[in-house]
T-cell receptor, first 113, second 118 residues
Framework: DVKVTQSSRYLVKRTGEKVFLECVQD?????MFWYRQDPGLGLRLIYF???????EKGDIPEGYSVSREKKERFSLILESASTNQTSMYLC????????????FGEGSWLTVV | AQKITQTQPGMFVQEKEAVTLDCTYD???????LFWYKQPSSGEMIFLIY??????QNATEGRYSLNFQKARKSANLVISASQLGDSAMYFC???????????????FGPGTSLSVIP
């Protein structure tokens, strides 16, 4: 079975803190994605990656950065957390190719106070 | 820019009846893939069905079928014989290979909340 593991299920951070959300997949997928999910807005793409050290901006990259030093790991970084970044963050991975299923982690609930 | 629209924020359906969840998309690329995912209250994202833009027939997976109308850029999900366990959020997604690149971008719609009534 494909497994996408997000390191933290629930986090509470203070405004201005640097936050790291880690994601690991065990299926040698080229593609990895970070989304945030908010009520009424669905899943919005923050960043994605298609290879080690390669990254592309999604639709809402402002305030975020990412790192992919190893194929299996994709990290989302909030350089200086703000209250409007309180959200559910979902990591996903997939093989390249239009028909390949996208597999999701369980999500990380981040609260910034 | 890519965009996915799901115009029904919430839907109700009687148990054992069929329901259609709407999805329209916008792309200028002739090659793309469309997905539907289910997210129950537990939060996990469950893959339901896939349709490729060049597929001649509408996709079906058990009680799920996809009503794909390429010219209208719509990919509606049809759930037949609804069950109580179908109550969940449903997301439509589009995967597109960006022009002159070797990577795919996947975007999701805002979702539809489906409630199945006994």
């Amino acid at each position: 079975d494909v497994k996408v593991t997000q390191s933290s299920r629930y986090l509470v951070k203070r405004t201005g803190e640097k936050v790291f959300l880690e994601c690991v997949q065990d299926m040698d997928h080229e593609n990895m994605f970070w989304y945030r999910q908010d009520p009424g807005l669905g899943l919005r793409l923050i960043y994605f990656s298609y290879d080690v050290k390669m990254k592309e901006k999604g639709d809402i990259p402002e305030g975020y950065s990412v790192s992919r030093e190893k194929k299996e790991r994709f990290s989302l970084i909030l350089e200086s957390a703000s209250t409007n970044q309180t959200s559910m963050y979902l990591c996903a991975s997939s093989f390249l190719g239009l028909g390949n299923t996208i597999y999701f982690g369980e999500g990380s609930w981040l609260t910034v106070v | 820019a890519q965009k996915i629209t799901q115009t029904q924020p919430g839907m109700f359906v009687q148990e054992k009846e069929a329901v259609t969840l709407d999805c329209t998309y916008d792309t200028s690329d002739p090659s793309y893939g469309l997905f539907w995912y289910k997210q129950p209250s537990s939060g996990e994202m469950i893959f339901l069905i896939y349709q490729g833009s060049y597929d001649q027939q509408n996709a079906t997976e058990g009680r799920y079928s996809l009503n794909f109308q390429k010219a209208r850029k719509s990919a509606n999900l049809v759930i037949s014989a609804s069950q109580l366990g179908d109550s969940a959020m449903y997301f439509c997604a589009m995967r597109e290979r960006l022009m002159k690149t070797s990577y795919d971008k996947v975007i999701f719609g805002p979702g539809t909340s489906l409630s199945v009534i006994p």
